[in-house]
C-alpha cells in the first residue's frame, strides 16, 4: 500500500507571493490533517477534513486555508506570504474519523522557505 | 503554553546506554500515542497507550501510560545509532485534533 504523497517536497517563495501544498492520502483512508512544524514551537495543528468537510481548525489566520477533493486528496493554500511561514508542511492521513482510536500516517511533508 | 510537555529537550548518549524521556500535561487523555520522526521524513507512529497504567514493549522500547491518563513515558534500554531522532508524544481528546508536545531530539553516538 502506497503510503501519504506530499508535493512538492521543498518550495522556495518570495514574501507576498501565494503557495498550494498537496497531500494525496493513502487509499481508503478518508481523513486528512495538515501541522506547521517549526523548531520553536513543534507541530501545529492546521486543519482537518473529513469526507470533504473541516471538521476541525487550528488557531492560524486566514492565509491558510484548504479543501478536499472527493477522491481525498487535499490541498492547503498559503497566500500572502511571510518570512515567519517558513515550514516544512505535514499532511496526515488516517482509515477513522477520530484520531483516539485511529493513528496518524504521515507523508514526508514539503519544505517551505519563504525568503 | 504548550498542553504536552516533553523532557529533556536533547539527549545525547553513548550506544548501550538506557534512557527515559518523558511526556506530561495537566490535561487527561483518553490516549496517548508516540511517534519518532528522522531527518528528511514524517513522523512515524510506535505505539499507542490507552488504559491509565498500560505498559506496552516493542523490543526495547517500553512505554508507560500515567495512572491518571496525563502523563506517559518512553524507556529505551541498551540504545543504538539506529535509535537516533526526534521523539514526539501526542495526546487525544475525544473528537478534538491530536495534540503534540515539541518532542525530544536523541542521539546515540556509536
Known amino acids: 500500500k502506497a503510503g501519504v504523497t506530499q508535493t512538492p517536497r521543498y518550495l522556495i517563495k518570495t514574501r507576498g507571493q501565494q503557495v498550494t501544498l498537496s497531500c494525496s492520502p493513502i487509499s481508503g483512508h478518508r481523513s486528512v490533517s495538515w501541522y506547521q512544524q517549526t523548531p520553536g514551537q513543534g507541530l501545529q495543528f492546521l486543519f482537518e477534513?473529513?469526507?470533504?468537510?473541516?471538521?476541525n481548525k487550528g488557531n492560524f489566520p486566514g492565509r491558510f486555508s484548504g479543501r478536499q477533493f472527493s477522491n481525498s486528496r487535499s490541498e492547503m493554500n498559503v497566500s500572502t506570504l511571510e518570512l515567519g511561514d517558513s515550514a516544512l508542511y505535514l499532511c496526515?492521513?488516517?482509515?477513522?474519523?477520530?484520531?483516539?482510536?485511529?493513528?496518524?500516517?504521515f507523508g514526508n511533508g514539503t519544505r517551505l522557505t519563504v525568503t | 503554553t504548550q498542553l504536552l510537555e516533553q523532557s529533556p529537550q536533547f539527549l545525547s548518549i553513548q550506544e548501550g546506554e538506557n534512557l527515559t524521556v518523558y511526556c506530561n500535561s495537566s490535561?487527561?487523555?483518553?490516549?496517548l500515542q508516540w511517534y519518532r520522526q528522522e531527518p528528511g521524513e514524517g513522523p512515524v507512529l510506535l505505539v499507542t497507550v490507552v488504559t491509565g497504567g498500560e505498559v506496552k514493549k516493542l523490543k526495547r522500547l517500553t512505554f508507560q501510560f500515567g495512572d491518571a491518563r496525563k502523563d506517559s513515558s518512553l524507556h529505551i534500554t541498551a540504545a543504538q545509532p539506529g535509535d537516533t531522532g526526534l521523539y514526539l508524544c501526542?495526546?487525544?481528546?475525544?473528537?478534538?485534533?491530536?495534540?503534540f508536545g515539541k518532542g525530544t531530539r536523541l542521539s546515540v553516538i556509536a
Open positions: 501526542a495526546g487525544a481528546r475525544g473528537n478534538t485534533p491530536l495534540v
Open positions: 477534513y473529513f469526507s470533504e468537510t473541516q471538521r
Open positions: 496526515a492521513s488516517s482509515n477513522g474519523q477520530s484520531s483516539y482510536n485511529s493513528p496518524l500516517h
Open positions: 490535561s487527561v487523555f483518553s490516549s
